[in-house]
């Protein structure tokens, strides 16, 4: 019987690389979590052991660590880029490599109503992300830029209506004009190319998609994040598309009547298991081809 | 051999109940996590399995969410003070009870630079706590008030020194005076009373911690934590002690020596275990007496 | 502009189906995780927010509870087929269903050195899963098998090596002949069909990734990965494929040498992060086509 | 205003310490999680920020360590018993040391019906546990331990009543004869001296816990634990007390009954939130005084 290596990949998950700028009293900070793959021809490592084509992985997350001094962090596309075109270089039998990082948000600590110096409190809005893949050699290489951001939860506590569906023999669910509507977000869009700046791109779309969320009278979560989805790529050109994976996190109105308490949307049990999930892509027209953009994106392959 | 039953204590743990406030189109929202619990003479319960005496978990579950509707939700501590004394009558073998309440902050969604109605935000910086333990009956009732925050992570990236500590053979650390001081902060205070402005004394607390945790040099996480006590205790009369549990979050510099790369104190590496656990309380000379306050305190107990 | 829908899906995640046989006083138990979701042209419910065309998630719920009793739970893979099916044709505008299930091991507790009527313990090593994706109509229908195992955590405390790697500028590595090593494995393998005796392969193919992973003199966990995945299809004609996720747990060596103590491969800190990750599939070569298989199989897409 | 510092403690969290025997080519591996924690009088490093009563956490870490190959892994009793007492010595400013321990299980592989040299898999029902506890120096020298078992997950799908409950004006619940009972049971019990056989103790202890729980019929979950414990303390005159705390982890009844399907007993839905948690404490009349025995112990001050 003959078989053979199929699709892999091997790298170094989450160095929590955290970079202090202190070149004036008033630092900055960035807060971290890099991973790294290289995927190609590595069929030696696999089926004799021999590792000669293999850049480590603790090799991977030392270079991650030199980086941030060497090339410094901005924002966490460019360090992704930086890294993703090195390791392919570094790695001759790869095909592809993949960089994912995710950064964490701090806020400078108020004393005297003035942000500190040098002190900080992790604020929780939300988790940017992105996943940037580059692949070929010389004047093929391409490199694709997938941004996102994750773990922003976000209620209505009316506007959300979800009727008029399709029933069977199993459905009891009642139809309903007035419901909460909560979900942890993940949102993750595709740059078109990679001219873009990036850090005034994240914050636009990432106040964009709350205010839609606010703005849209709800008739079911599909069409919230499709109406979502579709303000990001009127207001920002520099994206192709958008993909959100959305749990319904049910808020059930509770039956008060064994008690003789009405209770017309005021007290809700926040349920846990089971959820909703709710994924949709949003694409321009004439996107530009995905490519290996979307390769190993946590939920979204 | 003769053997009885000890210490025990029965409840409903975790109800998550979110009360939403619409009588104007301006909704409020409140969003708890409320655990209760009994304790006294269920010797029956126990030995025999006689339940006489037991008034039900998912009794105790219903009343919260029905107490959310008939008595309200203000201050978390007013709504646990008003739930163990319901419940201490309710179960005539209880001797004490127990309510331990969480509550997540949200904010208003911006929208056209204004806090949209109805559409919120989960927020990240600290959970809410209260633990409420009320005991005995008529005159000789009792209730204890420890409210606290939690899961506020915060950071400094200078400003901390770590040295002259005792050594012996097994001690290798270096000597530092200039390090990066980060936890994971769980601080939870001891009421003298309750006649308290719950909220307000709460949003002081929250913003004294942060301001103190950055104004301080920090010649150890115990010298920070006992300045960030004491100044508590002297700013809120209202606060008899204060106990603290913070994991020493490490960032350790990055060794890029090998690397030819200099690293004065830029590049760091944040660990996830082992982690320092530094647990100290500041305690006010006169403070009252603690009776069953700290009973059953997740961590503090 | 011009933007349209892409791809999507919704479905109803994690309903937790527990289910008692207790025909005989023997009774026997299957613990489930079922989520299941459909994808197809749901234009409607996404861009107009009408709902005509979707079968509501909660309705997906009560029909996994319904047919826990009215078609029994024998494997999973025969459940989920079973649910996929229905759901397509329950819903004609979609084109897709995936079936994802996980099933928790329960063994009988010890009395008097027999395993009790009906009493259980949750064991430990590794939780079978399944994703099965059906597609089509009528004579076209389709369906996909992918069954796996996650949570088998494995180590080997010598017979791995790791050395004769590429080395760059970055790299501080040390070669060695003498490791742990260690994992927690997630391997997902593709059936060739769904003529399978499903519970007497998955118990085969468990027993054989352990016994190979034993045996296999590593050299590297790419090595030991294909190894095991050559003997699974070796040995197991109904598989086409398997791939395997595997994040290497580093233990380290401790370094005695401050306090004069010898450290010969005797003690160990186990790291969290970061850590290696190996990601490989091993391929028949005449496999069939892998059609929908691989949609949506969490980390494996 | 005065102030001072009251209780307090320091120590170093969840060192992964793992130990492997290789004297022979069978070998051993004892895998721990181990913390360890000083309290007495510290107030310089809290007040003034002076160090130099307090032995840093990273020695304490690094103390675990190489006595993991000094004085050898045995049985974690005995184990954090010899840290302790050495830590205490180590410290004169310290009052007392508290050594917690974890240990994870592990299973030889089985190869050709044989378990295998060095190769080892998970095994997953219960994770054994200690908290030593040490106080005073010289003659006055006392030693306290208490051991457990947590993530011991059991289930019975019948033999479970509960009824004849208390009731008030918010009381729903219905009567059963009938349900299932299912925990993640913590189980903490104090032995009355330290001169035990330790692991021979442990083995006799979970065994009976799980050999009791299935043939006790259950009023309650109270009634059981109380019989579990009773048990323990008859047949281990080793152990003092025995306290629990257990998760009733709901499996509701589903209602089948708006499909017209009948559900006796068969089909139930497996809950997260809310749970009952009931905790209790089973005590020997004649047992030892606790002293410090349960002095930071989780889940049991």
């Known amino acids: 019987m003959a078989i053979h290596l199929g699709a892999n990949q091997y790298g170094k998950a989450e160095s929590r690389v955290v970079r202090i700028y202190r070149d004036t009293p008033r630092h900055?900070?960035?807060?971290?979590?890099?991973?790294?793959?290289?995927?190609?021809?590595?069929?030696?490592?696999?089926?004799?052991?021999?590792?000669?084509?293999?850049?480590?992985?603790?090799?991977?997350?030392?270079?991650?660590?030199?980086?941030?001094?060497?090339?410094?962090?901005?924002?966490?596309?460019?360090?992704?880029?930086?890294?993703?075109?090195?390791?392919?270089?570094?790695?001759?039998?790869?095909?592809?490599?993949?960089?994912?990082?995710?950064?964490?948000?701090?806020?400078?600590?108020?004393?005297d109503d003035t942000g500190h110096d040098h002190s900080f409190v992790r604020s929780g809005s939300g988790i940017r992300t992105t996943v940037v893949n580059v692949q070929g050699r010389g004047d093929d290489r391409k490199a694709y830029v997938v941004s996102g951001i994750s773990d922003l939860v976000v209620l209505k506590s009316t506007g959300s209506e979800f009727h008029g569906f399709l029933k069977d023999r199993y459905t009891t669910l009642p139809e309903t004009n007035d419901r909460i509507l909560a979900t942890s977000l993940v949102a993750r869009w595709r740059y078109d190319h990679t001219e873009v700046d990036w850090d005034k791109s994240y914050d636009g779309i990432k106040a964009l998609l709350l205010s839609e969320f606010a703005r849209i009278h709800s008739f079911a979560l599909q069409q919230t994040l499709y109406g979502m989805g579709a303000a990001v790529l009127e207001q920002h050109p520099e994206v192709a598309e958008i993909k959100f994976s959305a749990p319904n996190k049910h808020h059930f109105l509770v039956d008060l009547s064994p008690f003789e308490i009405d209770n017309p949307g005021e007290v809700f049990i926040a349920a846990d298991r089971p959820y909703g999930l709710i994924e949709a892509t949003v694409v321009r027209d004439d996107a530009s081809d995905a490519g290996s953009a979307w390769h190993a994106v946590p939920g979204f392959c």
Chains 1, 2, 3, 4 share one sequence.
């Not at 971290?32 to 490592?45: K, P, Q, Y």
């Not at 991977?60 to 993703?84: C, M, P, S, Y």
């Open 28 to 111: 900055q900070i960035r807060d971290l979590n890099v991973s790294s793959a290289l995927r190609g021809r590595f069929e030696d490592a696999h089926v004799t052991g021999d590792q000669r084509d293999v850049l480590p992985t603790d090799t991977q997350k030392n270079t991650a660590f030199a980086f941030a001094k060497e090339k410094g962090v901005g924002a966490i596309e460019d360090f992704a880029l930086t890294l993703g075109g090195h390791f392919l270089d570094a790695a001759p039998a790869a095909d592809g490599a993949r960089i994912e990082i995710e950064e964490y948000p701090w806020q400078r600590i108020t004393v």
